[in-house]
């Protein structure tokens, strides 16, 4: 009954459009849909795509993409499901796992140009394409110097130094697209004594950037892997810029915990920068990466040496035999939350997560079933700006990480440093009244932290859901999110006055590079979500992975979130793409001697 009054919607919202012109039919004697193509658009992650669907004889022949603003790498979900599309002659079609809204948005664009030729889908042809059906799988042995599981950042990074010395490399990836946590985050880069840092004569190196990453990490880091890390970060950044050719942009970010401003920013704030080069160098470099096909079972010798990796593709049950070795690089666990309560009980779902679907521990479960150590697994880490709808991390958050926010609650009181550690100002929002934080910004703060420029797909998305407000005056902001707003002037004459005075008395925030002043203001709401799993398998300085006996499992690495002791009880920002990168490198650089 609800499927028919969606379908009578989408039928009387698009023969309007079909008045519009959008159709082009020519009619055909025996159909009962007019042959033609026909225009529909849906709103997918990135804000609207559009596409134009070809109708002939009551069965779709031809799905073209006209415009959209997803991200790039997840677009590719778009052509998995028109391949079934065409197959089934239908648009009935499950969403692409890991692409979940550009899936939902191309099948509502797909949908509603059907319902623009003036027809339902009952009135297309029936077609058995046989999708998702289950025949017989082959099985496919093959052999590889190096075989690595995951192609996000950790993956890619191990991947191309691996094939650079020489090695034959395959990369096999659970999802139809590449990327991970990585190409959704904003891939921040910590560097100590970066070129950036040199121009603003910041004065940073490698111990400062240990001492802090130990600090913010309760000290239940492993110290070694600290400073690999940090002795190594530089080295890594210069690596991705002329290796494997990311352009950073030509600022520094602070990140909470850090002493001084040390992280580098990837061309528009986004990990799509990292990703999109790395999927470039990994063709360059002719790298096979098999999508669809999950990792599920280590291959090891009597000797308990790890000599391959079975994995499971759509269609084929792959036995792949290593002569050099396997790296693991299947990042953390956010997105499973049997895992999750089962290492930290607190982490329930309630709470949202902002991971890729990807995230679900696999690496750590196969590892620990040949006998892997693993290390700190209940440190489970929140963000504490996410969407209060979905979990998804907020880019929004930019602006704070520039030092230009307020970040008050429903009583229009400050209650936490704006620049303080991630686990402590989520667990200081989960504290105050309905679990949430407002966060403020004024004009200049708004035009500094380039939000429109860089996230402008996120705020229609924040407008639209009344997440996100933007108004001349304080007053307006507050009764917007019924903030009290006396107490939230108050609030920011105060903060103003300790921007004058170069110092915060009542939270120490430790940058305050401007005032809440000029209007327009705005404000989002946002809530903590998982964010990073810090716990994972426990590996040592050369990426080897080590068993519950303190020994190295020969023929076995890991890089990546999927291991654990480099962050502690909590990372802190833009430290995890030095670890991935670093480790990563380490990982492929090793398993290729
Ligand atoms: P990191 O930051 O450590 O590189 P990411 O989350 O970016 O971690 O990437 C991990 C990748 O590993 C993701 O693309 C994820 O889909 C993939 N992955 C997870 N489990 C498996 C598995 N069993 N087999 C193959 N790939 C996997």
């Not at 009181?413 to 686990?423: P, T």
Request: aromatic content about 6%; glycine content about 10%.
């Amino acid at each position: 009954m609800k499927k028919f009054f969606t379908w009578l919607l989408i039928m009387i919202l698009s023969l309007s459009l079909t008045a519009c012109g959008t159709s082009v039919g020519s009619g055909s004697a025996t159909s009962t849909i007019k042959d033609g193509t026909y225009t529909g658009e849906g709103i997918g992650k990135g804000g609207p795509i559009k596409v134009e669907v070809t109708i002939k004889d009551d069965t779709i022949t031809g799905i073209k993409v006209v415009s959209h603003s997803e991200t790039e790498g997840l677009d590719k979900s778009m052509d998995t499901l028109t391949e079934n599309i065409l197959k089934t002659n239908s648009a009935d079609q499950d969403a692409i796992s890991g692409c979940t809204l550009t899936s939902k948005g191309f099948l509502e664009a797909v949908n509603a140009a059907i319902a623009s030729a003036g027809a339902t889908p009952d009135m297309l042809k029936k077609i058995d394409g046989n999708v998702g059906v289950t025949t017989e799988k082959k099985n496919v042995e093959e052999t590889r110097d190096i075989v690595i599981i995951g192609a996000g950042g950790a993956g890619f990074n191990a991947a191309i130094e691996a094939k650079m010395a020489g090695s034959d490399v395959l990369i096999i990836e659970k999802l139809p697209v590449a990327g991970g946590n990585t190409l959704i985050s904003g891939a921040e880069y910590a560097a100590p004594g970066n070129w950036l840092q040199k121009k603003e004569n910041i004065s940073d190196n490698p111990q400062l950037m240990i001492e802090d990453t130990l600090k913010g990490g309760d000290h239940k880091n492993d110290p070694e892997l600290v400073k690999t890390v940090a002795e190594n970060a530089l080295d890594g950044a210069v690596w991705l810029r002329d290796v494997v050719g990311v352009e950073w942009e030509d600022e520094l970010m602070f990140f909470g915990g850090h002493s001084v401003k040390r992280s580098l920013i990837p061309l528009g704030a986004s990990g799509q920068e990292i990703i999109k080069k790395q999927l470039a160098k990994a063709e360059e470099l002719n790298i096979p990466i098999y999508y669809d096909t999950p990792a599920t079972e280590l291959i090891t010798d009597k000797s308990g040496k790890v000599v391959g990796v079975k994995a499971e593709g759509t269609d084929t049950n792959y036995t792949i035999h290593t002569n050099k070795a396997v790296i693991i690089a299947t990042g953390g666990f956010g997105s499973n939350i049997e895992m999750r309560k089962k290492y930290n009980p607190d982490i329930d779902e309630t709470i949202l997560s902002t991971n890729s679907v990807g995230s679900t521990g696999d690496g750590i479960v196969m590892a620990e079933k040949i006998g892997a150590a693993l290390t700190g697994m209940e440190y489970i880490q929140t963000y504490p700006i996410c969407d209060p709808l979905t979990g998804t991390l907020l880019y929004y958050d930019d602006a704070r990480l520039y030092g230009h926010t307020v970040i008050v609650n429903k009583e229009g009181k400050r209650f936490v440093e704006e620049l303080g550690r991630r686990d402590v100002m989520s667990m200081a929002i989960k504290a105050q009244t309905g679990h949430a934080a407002y966060e403020l910004i004024d004009h200049n703060g708004f035009v500094e932290s380039k939000l429109q420029e860089n996230h402008a797909a996120e705020l229609d998305y924040l407008y639209k859901n009344d997440l996100l407000v933007k108004a001349d005056t304080l007053d307006e902001v507050a009764a917007f999110f019924e903030i009290e707003a006396e107490e939230l002037k108050k609030t920011v004459t105060n903060y103003n006055s300790y921007v004058d005075a170069g110092k915060d008395p009542e939270f120490n925030k430790r940058s305050l590079p401007s005032k809440i002043e000029k209007g327009p203001f705005y404000m989002i709401k946002a809530v903590p979500a998982v964010h990073h799993t810090m716990g994972g398998i426990k590996i040592n300085p050369n990426a080897q992975v080590i068993n519950t006996e303190g020994k190295v499992i020969e023929g076995l690495y890991a890089a990546g979130e999927v291991t654990g002791g480099i962050h502690g009880t909590n990372r802190l920002g833009s430290n995890a793409l030095a670890d991935i990168t670093v480790f990563g490198r380490i990982a492929g650089q090793n398993a290729a001697k």
